[in-house]
């Protein structure tokens, strides 16, 4: 069902700089672990950090508030996204890694954009999907 | 990545009629529309619907209700999960369709059993998958 | 706006010890801290833990899978709920205490049943409100 | 418990009026109905919208997305924030209104800022109350 991962382009890779320098600019203890980048088509990133909460349930993933943060000034039409994570205390020399979005972000991804690309890595190797790759037999679809 | 699907059983067809009867039993508009039904490893069936609220965000799905009562009686080891919609009133004449688990229940169902199988419908056809295949690069694993 | 506090009856306090047996029983680090006790209007008591999940944003409260399984066997009308919390590895020898529902439990109690009574803990002495005491101005009645 | 609701500024009223714009500009029927405008300390208003989901658990709030975008900014410090309502398709002839944080984000806006205030309507009129009086005995402080 998925299908072969997308090639990388110069840009993508700017995309994940992009989120990599965000959490290493606003990293914060149980508060800020996970950020990530937004590519529009009409090439603007937008960049956020996550929510984390006393209560795990109501955080906000970054996925969310950069796409909200688009939608917020008027961009609808997203390209490819991006997750980093930087480690936290009791993981101390290792460094700021992709991860994949979460079941949840993957909703929503899609709801904004069925064709809109995710950069995760495999095995430590950068790799592409569009989303519908990530959630397959999506709810209400089937 | 996604592999073959897995064959049916009697057993997992009694388990969708399972939820078929429950959402035919306490279905209530704008309340309760979805039902699931969970098949542990012992063989014993857990059946719950969702609770749909005011505000969307804090509403919580059968599936997530299901495996809820079944550890809350000591049960762990789940087998198979699946999820039957109940048509709204603006889809009258219609059925109990079968429904695929959102973003939010694969982590939850994976994060309790990476082996669960989930029963869904392919255009019309049932279909068994283990949950790990819907939800490839699951979040905390790549 | 939040009037006087109700007093506890034997049977709240029953309620209170039918939580606290339930986390004892099915505590599990990592993934269940927190339980439930739901007592119905005809006077049955449902138990249920929460579900932690790797993504905290999924998680489950135990009183949404309290409430979700009592409906599930029909069961609408609720006199009374509590959640308690088992302490953690670090808390080591502190002993389980009576926990406030979080703000999205609040929005799930009140959307399913307005007079709900909820017993929680005020410097540690019980105390028992109606939930639109705890959620002021709730959304979508103003 | 709840004390008296606090005067509303100039400013107050200039935050309301940046929400109010913000969802006229942006509403779109089953996406965005919310917006929020939130202002710092600092003086700055970030305003968001808010992002519906097919499955409406996975739903963003707008309060949420103007709390992550200022964050991920650098602003930290909140002072007042509110969240305004586009009438929907069967609500024709009725004007954007006020309405008040959902118990989801009342957590959310509570744990960025225990006295951030939160402007809100009772019976129509503008009131404005620190975040700790919409959440007593908020979960984790009792």
């Known amino acids: 069902m998925i299908k072969k991962a997308l090639p990388l382009t110069v840009e993508d890779k700017q ?10 600019k606003y990293y914060k203890h149980k508060k800020h672990h996970v950020a990530a ?20 349930r109501v955080a906000i993933c970054a996925e969310a508030i950069a796409i ?7 961009e609808n039409e997203f390209d490819t996204i991006v997750a980093v994570k930087h480690p936290n205390l009791r993981e101390k020399g290792k460094e700021i890694r992709i991860v994949s979005p979460c079941g949840a972000c993957r909703e929503l991804i899609s ?23 990530l959630l397959p037999y999506k709810f209400g679809q089937t």
């Not at 995309?15 to 290493?24: E, G, N, Y």
């Not at 995710?118 to 950068?126: A, C, E, F, H, Q």
């Open 15 to 24: 995309l994940v700089q992009a989120a990599k320098d965000t959490i290493s």
């Open 37 to 56: 980048a937004l590519r529009t088509k009409s090439g603007k990133i937008f960049v956020a950090v996550h929510l984390e909460t006393n209560v795990g």
């Open 111 to 133: 709801d904004y954009g069925t064709n809109t690309k995710v950069i995760l890595s495999d095995d430590g190797k950068l790799k592409k999907y569009v989303i519908s790759d």
């Open 68 to 74: 909200g943060s688009a939608i917020s000034e008027g």
